[in-house]
C-alpha cells in the first residue's frame, strides 16, 4: 500500500513544477553514480584478473623462503615428505640473488634465479618464451633464459650473423671473510638460450639458470637453498593449503601464498579500487540533499492528504512509510537504471572491445572488464542506504504534522 502512494505521487502532476524537476535530478544523478561505480569496478576487476593472470606465470601457488636471512637448509627428506603431500602436484628448489650480468662492455644489474628440473612442471615462465628455448643447462654448461628487457639492456643477440660476446655472470660468495672485496665475488660464462617476456617487472629484472651452477659460484652447502616453489593439485584451496605446509614444516620456514609474495601490489590494486568507490559514493550522498529538497517540498504540498489520512485512523508511522517508500523510489529506479546501463556497456565492452587503450605499450589494446555480483549488490545496496537516511527527516516531520482539515 505504502509503494503505491510513492508511485502516485511520483507519478502525479504537482502543483510547482521544480517538485518534479528535483526529483527526476535527483534519479538521473543517482543512475549516473551507480552507472560510474559498476563500470569502474568492472573496470578494476578487469584489471586485476589481468594482472593475477601475468603474475601468476611468475609466482607459484606456494613458495617456501626463510623467515630470516637469504637461504635454509632443506634436506632430500623434507623434500621427499613434502612432495608426498596429497595435494602437492610438484616443487621445485630454488637458489638466487641479485647479480651483474656482462656481455662485453655492455652490463646490467639483475636478479639470477637458480631453478632444477621440476621447475616447468611449478612456473609459467617456460610458456612464455617469446625467442629462443626455456634451457637452463648444466652445472658445467649452464644456459640463461633471460627476460626481455635484460636482452635490451646487455645486448644479447639470438641472431646466428651477430654471435654474442662472451656472456659473463658476477655472483657474491658466501661466507668469505678476506679482506679483498674481490674475494667475495665469482664469475661464470653462461650461454643465453632464450627470452622471456611476461610483464616488466619481471622482464627487466631476471634471467633464469641451472640451480647447480648458481650453488658452485656461490658456496652453497649441498642442501642449501634461498626457495622453494609449490604446484598445488586442481581443486586445492591455497590458503588451506598454505596452514597445512606450515604445520608439516615448522617455524623453520615461511609459507606464503601467490597473493602474500606480492602483497603491496594487490593491496594497492584493492585501495585504488575502494577509493574511486568511496569518491563515487559521494555524488549519490550529494543528490541524497535533492532527495530531501525533493520530499520536503512533496510533504507540503501533500499536507492536505496527511491530514486526511490521519483524521481516517493512519499512525504516524504509516504516514512517515509512504515517504519513506517515496524517497526509496528515487534511489530505486536511479540505481536500477545507472546498473542496467553499466552493465550493457561492459557486454558491448566484452563483445566488441569498443574503448581501447591509448598507447600501445600494453599486452591488451582494450579495457578490460569482468562482472561481479558483489558489486552490483553493493552498489544498489550503498544508493538505497543513503536514500532511505536522506529520506527519513522529511518524512518524519511528514508524520508528526498536525491535523487540518479547512
Known sequence: MYSTFAWRYFKA???ANAINIIAWVTTGVIALATFCQVLVLSVFNGFEDLVKSLYSSFYTDLKIVPPAGKTFIFTAAQLKQLQQQPYISAVSMVAEDKAILQNGEAQTFLTVKGVDDNFEKVSGVPGKISNGEFNVGTIDNPGLVVGYGIQNAAGISFNPAIPNE?????????????????????????????????QQDFDNNYAITNIGFIKQQMGFAADEYSAAEIKLKEGSDIN???????????????????????????STMRLEKWAIYGVLTLIIIIAAFNIVSALTMLVLEKQKDISILQSIGSSRWGIQKIFLSEGLLLGLLGAIAGIALATIVCLLQLKFKLIKLQGGSFLIDYFPVKLIASDFLLVGGTALAITFIASWFP??????QPIELK
Not at 242 to 254: A, D, F, M, S, T
Not at 395 to 400: E, G, M, T, V, Y
Open 395 to 400: 518524512s518524519f516531520k511528514a508524520s508528526r
Open 166 to 198: 662472451h656472456l659473463t655472470v658476477t655472483l657474491p660468495k658466501k661466507n668469505v671473510t678476506s679482506m679483498d672485496p674481490l674475494q667475495s665475488l665469482s664469475e661464470g660464462n653462461v650461454s643465453a638460450n632464450g627470452v622471456f617476456i611476461i
Open 240 to 266: 588451506k593449503t598454505r596452514l597445512l605446509v606450515q604445520q608439516l614444516l615448522g617455524n623453520k620456514y615461511l609459507v606464503q601464498t601467490r597473493y602474500q609474495q606480492n602483497s603491496n601490489l594487490y
Open 13 to 15: 502532476k504537482k502543483s
